[in-house]
């Protein structure tokens, strides 16, 4: 017996049900996208949105890490722990130039 097939919204070929991710606010459950396409277009988003995911962790830091709810953490506070990730990141690149040579 053959598996029912879906077509993607995004490359137009025919998948597996298991190739979608679900969705239950889609008729049939399921994403109109498969996997990799919608792999492929989540991180081309966030390469194309580096500000935003420096936001994300540096608030998923208070949150997950020392345990705070998003409504007790001091305004700015986001702000300076993505500064601080800037300026991290750009350490870390000066090391691999340095090393690189």
Same mark, same amino acid.
């Given at each position: ?31 109109? #996208? ?7 277009? &989540?991180?081309?988003?966030? %390469?194309?949105?580096?500000?935003? *995911? =420096?936001? /994300? ?5 208070? #949150? ?7 409504? &007790?953490?001091?305004?700015? %506070?986001?702000?300076?722990?993505? *500064? =601080?990730? /800037? ?15």
């Amino acid at each position: 017996m053959t598996q029912p097939l879906k077509h993607c919204a995004r490359c137009g070929k025919a998948k597996p049900l298991p190739d979608f991710n679900k969705d239950a606010s889609r008729a049939d459950g399921l994403r109109g #996208t498969c996997k990799p396409c919608r792999s492929i277009a &989540d991180k081309a988003w966030r %390469l194309a949105n580096p500000e935003h *995911m =420096l936001r /994300k962790s540096a608030a998923q830091y208070f #949150t997950r890490d020392k345990g705070l709810k998003n409504k &007790d953490i001091p305004p700015g %506070l986001v702000e300076v722990k993505v *500064m =601080l990730n /800037k300026v991290t990141q750009l350490i870390t690149d000066i090391k691999k130039g340095q090393n690189e040579s």
